[in-house]
């Protein structure tokens, strides 16, 4: 079988760059061998296919749930999300356990969450004073975390939240390359990796100081009432090892990509005066369909995950390629949605793109598709609507020059924080 071109460097270097430099050679890939690029990336030497065009990625989101395995495509996250994550099964394993978390998600719960998402929120932008400066970054990190801990937990004991904090800041802070290191076992009890892999317990026993107290509590009536994710998936009878593994993924996955697109999402808008006027008018009104189109705009100009992967269990073929069990599939979303075959100005920062129906909708994929996209992306999206809504309200927040783009555990984030302006409105 022949598989699609790619370069020819070792697969030392080949890794290197996906890791550390795709930003500036993803695209340059593309533009050398077209919209199929074939990588060889360690450990193994594993083959990697990367697809930027929207009917081959619409082709692998329609896969088979086990043919094209997810768990394969995500195997640098089991270190930190476990085994039994419903990032890291397939199958049966996988829908019983997205069966389990999908009520949880539900627009309903969405609803419910809402008044806890706008409780924090104005907690914490109702801190930001006019004139100062703010590290958007930080604050939407704050802001995110503590929606995690009390959505998705039900932390609300502050000495438990006082000990979580730190150490799950510390868990999304690990690099790339040390992330990657996590895929090599005998890594894990050599500096840098032993005091991460240290930090990750003490983790997992925060967690499991919860659980324990949150299974003693479930037996009262008035636990049928709390809506938090923990407390939902103890009635659904995830054991211990499957309950750690969902809280760990869930809040690792969206507390720290959403984290990210807000940071993003307010330096563009800070970039952009008339697009802010237009945003701050939505606030005003109550609008929250523009202040979402701001969030999906920036989500396909900065896709806060450059790509996702699926593990080929059997041959299939894909956009006319043919390719063997083992080769690692990938929806390129970095350079679909930047493509300008398939997006019209690819670098115009153009909410309304979203509202109008001009856009493919095979061409904008944040979230990933088919059995395996975001459970979490209708809360995303109305968490955003949340912290858009109180920052415009309050504030005119300004960018004073672009930011850089850094790659922190497999994320994108603002290299120097997003820092913004506060002027009155």
């Not at 909410?351 to 059995?371: C, H, I, K, M, N």
């Amino acid at each position: 079988m022949m598989l699609p071109p790619g370069p020819r460097l070792p697969a030392v270097a080949q890794t290197l760059m996906t890791y550390g430099a795709r930003l500036r050679s993803f695209p340059r890939l593309q533009d050398r061998y077209g919209p199929t690029v074939t990588l060889r990336l360690l450990p193994g030497p594993q083959t990697l296919v990367l697809f930027s065009d929207p009917e081959d990625i619409r082709e692998i989101f329609a896969g088979d749930s086990w043919e094209f395995s997810g768990a394969g495509g995500n195997e640098v996250l089991r270190a930190a999300m476990g085994d039994r994550s419903v990032m890291l099964t397939d199958g049966e394993d996988h829908r019983a356990l997205r069966r389990s978390l999908m009520p949880a998600f539900s627009p309903g719960a969405v609803r419910d969450h809402r008044r806890t998402v706008h409780r924090l929120v104005v907690e914490e932008v109702s801190t930001w004073r006019t004139g100062q400066t703010v590290a958007t970054l930080e604050r939407m990190s704050a802001v995110t975390l503590e929606v995690m801990l009390q959505v998705v937990l039900g932390v609300t004991a502050s000495e438990r939240l006082n000990r979580l904090r730190p150490r799950l800041l510390r868990l999304v802070e690990v690099g790339p390359v040390v992330a990657l290191g996590w895929l090599y076992p005998r890594l894990r009890g050599l500096p840098p990796w032993r005091a991460e892999r240290r930090n990750l317990e003490a983790v997992d026993r925060l967690v499991a100081e919860e659980i324990a107290e949150r299974r003693r509590e479930s037996e009262a009536p008035e636990a049928r009432e709390r809506s938090d994710v923990l407390s939902m998936l103890i009635r659904a009878g995830l054991d211990d090892a499957q309950l750690r593994d969902q809280l760990v993924t869930l809040v690792l996955a969206g507390y720290e990509t959403t984290a990210s697109a807000l940071a993003w999402t307010l330096h563009e808008l800070g970039r952009r005066p008339e697009v802010r006027r237009r945003a701050r008018q939505a606030a005003d009104d109550g609008d929250d369909d523009f202040l979402e189109a701001c969030l999906k705009e920036t989500l396909r100009l900065h896709p806060i995950i450059d790509f996702v992967a699926r593990t080929l269990r059997s041959e299939q073929t894909i956009g006319g390629w043919t390719l063997p069990a083992g080769v690692t599939v990938a929806p390129a979303i970095m350079l679909t949605q930047q493509d300008p075959r398939h997006v019209s100005a690819p670098q115009d920062f153009r909410p309304e793109r979203f509202l109008d129906g001009s856009l493919d909708p095979g061409a904008w994929v944040p979230f990933g598709g088919g059995v395996r996209r975001c459970l979490g992306a209708a809360f995303a999206q109305m968490e955003a609507a949340e912290v858009l809504r109180e920052v415009l309200l309050r504030t005119d927040p300004v960018a004073e020059r672009p930011s850089r783009t850094r790659l922190r555990n497999i994320t994108n984030v603002p290299r120097d924080g997003a820092p913004l302006r506060l002027d009155p409105r």
